[in-house]
């Protein structure tokens, strides 16, 4: 119930809702990879680049994932570029 509430919050672009969704299923879930993910890539939205990192490094633990390696690289070079990164 959470996970798909978390997605339609982040589809409607409601993002401190989705997140508190999320963060429901990382607690109640032994390996909550999509949610970590999902967070992760919230909170690199919103400039949080060392949380999301947190995030994104934990959803991988779940599972090797490029797309997931890939976003810790581009959270660590939008931190590193000025704090700002464009697509």
């Known amino acids: 119930f959470f996970y ?3 997605y339609a ?3 409607l672009e409601a993002l401190d809702e989705a997140v508190r969704d999320y ?3 990382i607690a109640k879930h032994p390996k909550p990879f999509l949610a970590c993910n999902n967070v992760g890539y ?8 060392d949380e999301a990192i947190e ?3 934990k959803a991988i633990s779940f599972k090797k994932d490029f797309k997931t390696k890939f976003c810790v690289y581009k959270c660590y070079s939008r931190k ?4 700002y990164y464009t697509n």
């Open 4 to 6: 798909h509430r978390a």
């Open 9 to 11: 919050h982040q589809a």
């Open 23 to 25: 963060e429901v299923v």
């Open 42 to 49: 919230i909170l690199s939205l919103k400039g949080r680049q």
């Open 55 to 57: 995030h994104f490094l």
């Open 80 to 83: 590193n570029d000025s704090g």
